[in-house]
């Protein structure tokens, strides 16, 4: 076989083809057979998709109840003032500190404003030691500069 006849064999490709049979025909026919009780009646297949749908809404629903109910409990749950052994304690140091030098007014309001952060957060978690270190470490700082502030002046 040479080119030439390849490509005339080619040509004859591009011709309509009529089917060998009328699909269509059948097509029709399955349809009208078709009763409508048999299109209603679940399939195997329906079923199990069916219940997989109502698994999925039952555990959203399941969920979202836990998370509504762990959410009210929070909310209904009072909080217990803890005993704060440190703030509790009637001592000048823990008195709010205003110092004379302006320099100083700063430093002050900021051992105040961390102090007060500190004690609403123990107030959450009482017996939280790192809390509690910290709430030491902070008065422990603001006494030491008092310190110096009274050896500069005095």
Do not use: C, Y
């Not at 064999?9 to 060998?20: E, G, H, I, K, Y």
């Not at 003032?81 to 008195?95: D, L, T, V």
């Not at 007060?116 to 107030?123: D, V």
């Amino acid at each position: 076989m040479n080119e030439f006849e390849w490509l005339r064999q080619m040509r004859d490709l591009n011709q309509p083809v009529a089917p060998r049979d009328d699909l269509w025909a059948r097509i029709d026919a399955a349809i009208d057979n078709a009763t409508p009780a048999a299109a209603e009646t679940p399939t195997p297949i329906r079923r199990a998709r069916h219940r997989q749908v109502w698994a999925l809404a039952a555990s959203v629903a399941a969920v979202m109840v836990l998370a509504g109910g762990i959410v009210w409990h929070m909310h209904t749950v009072a909080p217990v003032a803890p005993p704060i052994a440190i703030a509790s304690k009637p001592n000048p140091e823990n008195a709010p500190w205003k110092p004379s030098d302006p320099r100083f007014a700063g430093a002050a309001v900021e051992f105040g404003a961390a102090r007060m952060e500190l004690q609403q957060a123990m107030q959450q978690a009482p017996d939280s030691p790192a809390l509690q270190r910290l709430l030491q470490r902070t008065e422990q700082q603001q006494t030491q500069l008092r310190e110096q502030l009274e050896k500069q002046a005095g």
